[in-house]
């Protein structure tokens, strides 16, 4: 997060950060939706793609992890590039 220039500052990406969080694993009321909205219109940099790949990671993992380790398949290498690189930005 640092280097970020934005109109509120550092606390605030924090903040749509956390929500985009909260979005993927829990949901938002419309409230907290709207303020999420609010906030990623004045931090374009902030890439939700990012956020949004590793939650399918994780719940990919936690499915596979639900099935017998001789029914599991590996994530598609496709998919786990994909997901390796959101989490490097």
């Known amino acids: ?3 970020r ?3 509120w500052g550092e606390a605030s990406a924090r903040r749509a950060e956390e929500l985009l969080v909260t979005r993927l694993t829990e949901g938002l009321d419309e409230p907290t939706a709207h303020e999420l909205d609010y906030l990623l219109r004045d931090l374009p940099e902030l890439d939700v793609e990012s956020f949004e790949l590793a939650a399918a ?3 990919l993992a936690c499915w596979q992890g639900l099935e017998s380790e001789s029914e599991s398949e590996p994530m598609p290498l496709v998919l ?3 997901v390796i ?3 490097g930005s």
């Open 5 to 7: 220039k934005h109109r």
């Open 80 to 82: 786990r590039d994909r």
């Open 57 to 59: 990671a994780v719940e």
């Open 1 to 3: 997060m640092s280097g």
């Open 85 to 87: 690189a959101g989490l």
